[in-house]
């Protein structure tokens, strides 16, 4: 099963032709490297499905222990900000099938992603993504917003990722800072360099 899972989250990105957005980015940092792919993709033109990937890998310093969060999203608009959402994602040795309602916001900079999973027609978790980018001129600067809250309010997870650095057309690279956590106990603070590059096409 996880397999075919993974079969899935590989390939379909390659399966669809139409504009889309894509973003790569490295990461060096005195705790652990780290790689990301990001890709916002429409199945064509005109349709109303939409697909959302989010690839994330690390590498600690130390140990050269991996890790892997592979998320991939299908949503079907319903209008211009709400739809039907449906994901797999692999985390190290779990795979994991979510659906929900995806509620999105695009101005600018500015990307706001949301989805409220349910479980047999029940909400059991509300997960977020919000990413925030600028470019001034030479300067560029991002923030990362990720995370998932359960049922009673208690964070299962947050990640906050910020970068500030040089900006080079579509190539960016400067300072790098991660903040993770799980169940609100710490589980990981990166500092260090990135280099992201972005992709359209």
């Not at 899935?8 to 957005?21: E, H, M, N, T, W």
């Not at 479980?119 to 995370?147: E, H, M, N, P």
Request: proline share 1%; charged share 15%.
């Amino acid at each position: 099963m996880t397999r075919l899972l993974l079969f899935f989250v590989l390939l379909i990105p390659f399966g669809i032709r139409a504009q889309s957005f894509t973003s790569v980015e490295p990461v060096i940092g005195n705790q652990y490297g780290s790689f990301e792919l990001r890709l916002i993709r429409p199945f064509s033109e005109k349709s109303r499905f939409t697909f959302f990937s989010k690839d994330y890998f690390t590498v600690k310093k130390t140990t050269y222990a991996t890790t892997f969060n592979l998320l991939n999203t299908v949503s079907y608009g319903l209008n211009k900000n709400i739809g039907l959402a449906m994901s797999v994602q692999l985390i190290d040795q779990a795979a994991m099938l979510k659906a929900g309602l995806r509620l999105s916001q695009r101005a600018g900079g500015f990307y706001g992603y949301s989805i409220f999973s349910f479980d047999y027609a029940i909400v059991t978790k509300y997960s977020y993504i919000i990413l925030l980018r600028q470019k001034l001129g030479w300067v560029y600067g991002q923030l990362d917003l990720l995370g998932s809250v359960g049922l009673s309010g208690n964070y299962l997870s947050s990640n906050q990722r910020a970068r500030l650095g040089i900006n080079l057309g579509t190539v960016q690279f400067g300072g790098a800072a991660d903040f993770n956590e799980r169940k609100a106990v710490a589980t990981g603070t990166n500092f260090g360099v990135f280099l992201r590059k972005e992709l359209n096409n």
